[in-house]
């Protein structure tokens, strides 16, 4: 009897060993590899790219019977809506699901565009200022300060006025906003970078300033850049969210995550909902572009790497 008590324990023992073996490497594989923001950032780019076909409705369909209806599950079964809305309907009975979706479409083409012409002009002049030095340099340097020192939310709605609010001023004031972060961090890159002994030599060897630039400087740049442009991304599409609600961003009816946000904001006591899922999704997609980003920076720092390993 006592042996088979004592081979039930090990067993029971074994089996527990097991178990704590198999959720800690799940636990490591996670920890080591970006798989949900990849999750929320892969859902985030195929609604993007597939909104027209996989939406239920057309973002701008209006039914005012169903005006504030609830989620599916919340819906009552005596309720006179129409027809059922899995996140519910906004206050003039446009599908928050589907708006969502093609919110999700131009939060990222507006960031896209925006973060490429801010890195273009950013990784440009933090190369050129610690490349030449001297006046060049101070000359950048003081403008990124003045930059900064800018209140870019009363610059933007100073913009939207004169000029309008569409898409394109949107994509332009998003674009000055962008090109700043990167040039104190290629700059510092590019100081460390410009003393190493293969650029030296390719000094020496006679290679022009351009060359050595984009062949030598450039290569060693790309991870921080990489880092910053994603969390650039988020920054971006949090800061569309921002202007969108305050009425300096998109321009209605067209789906934007911070224009839904700020037209639901009247009926948070009794359609929550018109506000929140939007607000949800701008929260998971800036915090996964947050945590690529740190993911990015570790896996591309050896020291780092190491002490993760």
Same mark, same amino acid.
């Given at each position: 009897?006592?042996?088979?008590?004592?081979?039930?324990?090990?067993?029971?023992?074994?089996?527990?060993?097991?178990?704590?073996?198999?959720?800690?490497?799940?636990?490591?594989?996670v920890?080591?590899?970006?798989?949900?923001?990849?999750?929320?950032?892969?859902?985030?780019?195929?609604?993007?790219?597939?909104?027209?076909?996989?939406?239920?409705?057309?973002?701008?369909?209006?039914?005012?019977?169903?005006?504030?209806?609830?989620?599916?599950?919340?819906? $009552?079964e005596?309720g006179?809506?129409?027809?059922?809305?899995?996140l519910?309907? $906004?206050?003039?009975?446009? $599908?928050?699901?589907?708006?969502?979706?093609?919110?999700?479409?131009?939060?990222? +083409?507006?960031?896209?565009?925006?973060?490429?012409?801010?890195?273009?002009?950013?990784?440009?002049?933090?190369?050129?200022?610690?490349?030449?030095?001297?006046?060049?340099?101070?000359?950048?340097?003081?403008?990124?300060?003045?930059?900064?020192?800018?209140?870019?939310?009363?610059v933007?709605?100073?913009?939207?006025?004169?000029?309008?609010?569409?898409?394109?001023?949107?994509?332009?004031?998003?674009?000055?906003?962008?090109?700043?972060?990167?040039?104190?961090?290629?700059?510092?890159?590019?100081?460390?970078?410009?003393?190493?002994?293969?650029?030296?030599?390719?000094?020496?060897?006679?290679?022009?300033?351009?060359?050595?630039?984009?062949?030598?400087?450039?290569?060693?740049?790309?991870?921080?850049?990489?880092?910053?442009?994603?969390?650039?991304?988020?920054?971006?599409?949090?800061?569309?969210?921002?202007?969108?609600?305050l009425?300096?961003?998109?321009? +209605?009816?067209?789906?934007?995550?911070?224009?839904?946000?700020?037209?639901?904001?009247?009926?948070?006591?009794?359609?929550?909902?018109?506000?929140?899922?939007?607000?949800?999704?701008?929260?998971?997609?800036?915090m996964?572009?947050?945590?690529?980003?740190?993911?990015?920076?570790?896996?591309?720092?050896?020291?780092?790497?190491?002490?993760? $390993?």
């Amino acid at each position: 009897m006592s042996e088979l008590s004592t081979t039930y324990r090990a067993s029971a023992a074994d089996e527990r060993f097991r178990t704590r073996s198999r959720i800690g490497l799940v636990y490591s594989f996670v920890r080591r590899w970006p798989i949900l923001p990849g999750i929320v950032l892969a859902a985030l780019v195929f609604s993007a790219i597939f909104a027209p076909w996989i939406a239920p409705q057309a973002p701008n369909v209006q039914a005012l019977r169903d005006r504030n209806a609830p989620p599916v599950w919340l819906a $009552d079964e005596e309720g006179t809506w129409t027809q059922s809305y899995l996140l519910g309907a $906004d206050q003039v009975g446009r $599908d928050v699901l589907s708006r969502i979706i093609h919110g999700a479409r131009i939060s990222l +083409a507006v960031a896209g565009v925006a973060l490429l012409s801010g890195l273009l002009v950013g990784v440009t002049l933090g190369l050129v200022a610690a490349w030449y030095g001297g006046v060049i340099d101070e000359v950048i340097a003081r403008a990124v300060d003045i930059w900064h020192a800018l209140p870019f939310l009363l610059v933007a709605i100073v913009v939207v006025t004169l000029f309008g609010g569409s898409l394109t001023v949107l994509m332009g004031v998003l674009a000055m906003v962008s090109w700043a972060g990167f040039v104190r961090n290629v700059r510092a890159d590019v100081l460390t970078l410009r003393e190493r002994e293969y650029v030296l030599m390719a000094r020496v060897c006679g290679a022009s300033a351009p060359r050595v630039i984009v062949r030598h400087i450039l290569p060693g740049v790309v991870p921080t850049i990489m880092v910053i442009a994603t969390l650039a991304v988020g920054g971006l599409i949090l800061t569309e969210a921002t202007l969108s609600f305050l009425g300096a961003g998109i321009p +209605a009816p067209t789906p934007s995550w911070g224009l839904m946000v700020s037209e639901g904001r009247e009926y948070l006591t009794t359609a929550w909902w018109s506000s929140f899922f939007p607000g949800l999704a701008i929260f998971l997609v800036v915090m996964s572009l947050n945590f690529m980003g740190d993911w990015i920076r570790d896996f591309t720092d050896p020291r780092l790497r190491q002490q993760a $390993d």
